[in-house]
T-cell receptor, first 114, second 114 residues
Framework: EAQVTQNPRYLITVTGKKLTVTCSQN?????MSWYRQDPGLGLRQIYY???????DKGDVPEGYKVSRKEKRNFPLILESPSPNQTSLYFC?????????????FGPGTRLTVL | QQQVKQSPQSLIVQKGGISIINCAYE??????FPWYQQFPGKGPALLIA?????SEKKEGRFTISFNKSAKQFSLHIMDSQPGDSATYFC?????????????FGTGTRLTIIP
């Protein structure tokens, strides 16, 4: 089944404790992206990657890191989480063989930083 | 700066009625306007999309109306059903093989009541 998977789905952590949220897709998509969803703000892009070893900042990159060592994986790293990073996070992927590509979203990771 | 403004924030419609969600954008470079549907506990999924060379696109009970001069577009759900209850996000992007970034609206929580 073609899909985007994220782990963990739920995470409660404390301020300053480094964490990684994994994202993997099995559709051979070049493009991958991380969004955070907050009430009243919609979805905002954190980082994106257009291919292996190519990453760039989105609208709200502060406090986050990413890496793209393999085409299928795009982990999101919070080196020193803070309470304002409590949010619902989504990974998405799409093909880049043409414009106007549908983005496929993972199921989400709900993060709480105490 | 909110580049895509969405209204209303929440909407309650009786079964069989018409649900209408509106969006307005500012960036005239946007040339792709998708709507995403999100059910509780799930990631957003593409529902329907339009490009500005047409004024309307219909897929089943779902229709996008697009007004390029007013920089507005809307989603109409005809014969609304309880299964349509979800959060709907309008979005916009620039299809230039660059960052396939979707700029999202803030979302509309739609509830269809019997």
């Amino acid at each position: 089944e073609a899909q985007v998977t994220q782990n963990p789905r739920y995470l409660i952590t404390v301020t300053g404790k480094k964490l990684t949220v994994t994202c993997s897709q099995n559709m051979n998509h070049e493009y991958m992206s991380w969004y955070r969803q907050d009430p009243g703000l919609g979805l905002r892009q954190i980082y994106y990657s257009m291919n292996v070893e190519v990453t760039d900042k989105g609208d709200v990159p502060e406090g986050y890191k990413v890496s793209r060592k393999e085409k299928r994986n795009f982990p999101l790293i919070l080196e020193s989480p803070s309470p304002n990073q409590t949010s619902l996070y989504f990974c998405a992927s799409s093909l880049r063989t043409r414009s106007y590509n549908e983005q496929f979203f993972g199921p989400g990771t709900r993060l709480t930083v105490l | 700066q909110q580049q895509v403004k969405q209204s209303p924030q929440s909407l309650i419609v009786q079964k069989g009625g018409i649900s209408i969600i509106n969006c307005a954008y500012e960036n005239t470079a946007f040339d792709y306007f998708p709507w995403y549907q999100q059910f509780p506990g799930k990631g957003p999924a593409l529902l329907i999309a339009i490009r500005p060379d047409v004024s309307e696109k219909k897929e089943g009970r779902f229709t996008i109306s697009f007004n390029k001069s007013a920089k507005q577009f809307s989603l109409h759900i005809m014969d609304s059903q309880p299964g349509d209850s979800a959060t709907y996000f309008c979005a916009a992007s620039i299809g230039n093989f660059g960052n396939e970034k979707l700029t999202f609206g803030t979302g509309t929580r739609l509830t269809i009541i019997p």
